[in-house]
């Protein structure tokens, strides 16, 4: 790649009239992306923001000349420095991944081999197409470890992948995406599994590396706020068709589309406190419970809490701060060393394998990653269906019809009972956990992270149903979470988690009032605003304090 002035103004990717379809033995299915047509000069962002289907990974995925299992690029030219993608052979086509076109994936603990170490993965593709030597690729990736705020650069990479938090895994596939120095670099959602204070860190490394190289990049994300940091032009989809494409400043402050307009008016939209009553003994109580994993330092460390029933506690913390690790604690995932969890009164046994059948029912999880989550070889019937049966034994009718009820619930068609997660997008897969979780009627559900990999609106949507049901059935919730605007709409109680440790706890509203604790004031300042120039006032009042 070039980075002379000369080469600045070069139109990089044009995507001519782009047209994906759904294809089957049966004969052609829905098209999925139409009629979609940009550019990209050398340097250039474009953001692509829309609901769960809208087709915004499908046009990513395209640009590499590649579409998921039972679909089809129909029509259209996805040109390449004056090359189209579609005319090339396969050879030709590996060969551009990686040093031409580089992806970073929504789901990084999807897209590691758990068998070989990171810095194998991130120096692979930069050795095998032959662009540097294994020592100079490790250096390279040292670089980017350090460039990420990964911890430990110099030794990040001996770790396998189930030894880091999923937030540093992702940073990690950004310095997998980043080693070959490619022409274009597709962010899918690389920024869904940070918390706010790393993801204001990884959103500027990313410009910085656009900037200084000339790299073209295609942003997708569900979050405007986000897109508004990095993107010069955004293209809102939906149905996969284009609502709206215009330049970043136009579609936050006049956006055309009353549907651009929904997505701004559902980002920028306040949301009181939530106040409820405490006015029923602790469904969950939680004692100075301390865990870590094998030989590693305390990841909770003497963790105090408490949960009525109809409550919903936030926690929230960096990665690594130990918030889905206290998850896995509770639900008995990892065996605490010291202190007690009781139940309802009970108390509960370390072990998951300890626990009665009711003690397991009881409490459920959501889990960040649904695509590491779901059985891929399982229709939804199946999945959803299989707590119903474990749980209470009904026969298959009745599981069937319960199923069809759950799916109505998470406003995914009927149809979808006989599909399998590789169907579905991302939201898509997160609403089938969110059934599933509900599937065994708990008294707790442990939330982690479940809007992250959702659109604002769906999102929305989705709060709306868990706070509905919280409403019908007296449901708890713990909700793990680093949007601190969802901690708001949703948590009536919020615990900061920093190192394992608590920092603050209590009521929302107090937490959130000054005076605050200093970092619970890092977290506030880090949250994105719907403002192009958010990013920098950040970034300079940091370098000055």
């Known amino acids: 790649?070039?980075?002379?002035?000369?080469?600045?103004?070069?139109?990089?990717?044009?995507?001519?009239?782009?047209?994906?379809?759904?294809?089957?033995?049966?004969?052609?299915?829905?098209?999925?992306?139409?009629?979609?047509?940009?550019?990209?000069?050398?340097?250039?962002?474009?953001?692509?923001?829309?609901?769960?289907?809208?087709?915004?990974?499908?046009?990513?995925?395209?640009?590499?000349?590649?579409?998921?299992?039972?679909?089809?690029?129909?029509?259209?030219?996805?040109?390449?420095?004056?090359?189209?993608?579609?005319?090339?052979?396969?050879?030709?086509?590996?060969?551009?991944?990686?040093?031409?076109?580089?992806?970073?994936?929504?789901?990084?603990?999807?897209?590691?081999?758990?068998?070989?170490?990171?810095?194998?993965?991130?120096?692979?593709?930069?050795?095998?197409?032959?662009?540097?030597?294994?020592?100079?690729?490790?250096?390279?990736?040292?670089?980017?470890?350090?460039?990420?705020?990964?911890?430990?650069?110099?030794?990040?990479?001996?770790r396998y992948p189930h030894q880091v938090s999923g937030g540093q895994l992702q940073r990690a596939m950004a310095a997998m995406a980043m080693a070959a120095r490619p022409d274009i670099l597709i962010f899918d959602e690389p920024t869904t599994a940070l918390d706010v204070t790393t993801q204001v860190e990884v959103l500027a490394a990313f410009r910085k590396l656009i900037h200084e190289h000339h790299t073209a990049a295609i942003y997708i994300t569900h979050d405007l706020a986000v897109v508004a940091q990095i993107a010069d032009d955004i293209m809102v989809l939906r149905h996969g068709k284009m609502v709206e494409h215009g330049t970043a400043e136009q579609i936050l402050q006049a956006p055309r589309a009353e549907y651009t307009r929904r997505l701004v008016a559902e980002r920028v939209a306040g949301h009181g406190f939530i106040d409820r009553a405490a006015a029923e003994p602790p469904l969950l109580t939680i004692s100075n419970v301390v865990a870590s994993y094998a030989s590693l330092a305390r990841v909770i460390d003497g963790v105090s809490l408490e949960v009525r029933r109809g409550d919903t506690l936030a926690v929230v913390g960096e990665s690594g701060s130990g918030k889905s690790t206290l998850a896995r604690v509770i639900t008995g995932l990892l065996p605490r060393e010291a202190g007690e969890i009781r139940f309802r009164g009970e108390l509960l046994p370390p072990a998951l394998a300890q626990r009665t059948r009711e003690q397991k029912r009881l409490v459920q999880m959501i889990y960040q990653m649904p695509d590491v989550a779901l059985n891929p070889h399982q229709t939804l019937?199946?999945?959803?269906?299989?707590?119903?049966?474990?749980?209470?034994?009904?026969?298959?009718?009745?599981?069937?019809s319960r199923v069809l009820e759950l799916l109505r619930m998470m406003d995914l068609p009927e149809s979808f009972i006989d599909r399998t997660p590789g169907e579905l997008s991302g939201g898509q897969k997160q609403r089938v956990g969110i059934a599933r979780a509900l599937a065994a009627e708990p008294d707790l559900i442990i939330c982690d992270e479940v809007t992250s990999?959702?659109?604002?609106?769906?999102?929305?949507?989705?709060?709306?149903?868990?706070?509905r049901l919280q409403e019908e059935l007296g449901i708890a919730y713990l909700f793990i979470t680093h949007d601190l605007g969802v901690v708001k709409r949703i948590a009536n109680k919020v615990t900061v988690m920093l190192k394992g440790q608590m920092v603050a706890s209590g009521e929302t509203e107090t937490v959130f009032a000054p005076p605050f604790h200093p970092y619970t004031e890092l977290l506030l300042s880090s949250v994105p605003e719907m403002r192009s120039d958010w990013l920098d006032e950040v970034l300079q009042r940091r370098s000055t304090a």
């Open 381 to 400: 019937l199946d999945i959803i269906g299989r707590p119903i049966a474990f749980y209470f034994n009904r026969p298959k009718a009745e599981i069937r």
């Open 453 to 467: 990999a959702l659109d604002q609106l769906v999102g929305e949507e989705i709060l709306r149903l868990l706070k």
């Open 1 to 158: 790649m070039s980075d002379t002035v000369a080469d600045e103004n070069e139109i990089v990717l044009e995507v001519d009239h782009l047209r994906v379809q759904a294809r089957s033995d049966a004969g052609p299915g829905p098209v999925l992306v139409d009629d979609i047509s940009f550019t990209l000069r050398r340097g250039e962002v474009i953001g692509l923001i829309g609901e769960s289907g809208a087709g915004k990974t499908t046009i990513g995925l395209a640009v590499l000349g590649y579409t998921r299992n039972g679909c089809a690029i129909e029509g259209g030219r996805i040109i390449f420095r004056g090359r189209d993608i579609l005319t090339l052979s396969p050879a030709e086509r590996r060969a551009l991944r990686g040093p031409g076109v580089a992806y970073i994936a929504q789901s990084a603990a999807a897209s590691f081999n758990p068998a070989m170490t990171l810095f194998e993965q991130v120096c692979e593709i930069p050795v095998r197409h032959g662009l540097m030597s294994p020592a100079a690729a490790r250096e390279v990736a040292i670089g980017l470890f350090r460039e990420l705020d990964l911890p430990d650069p110099e030794n990040f990479g001996r």
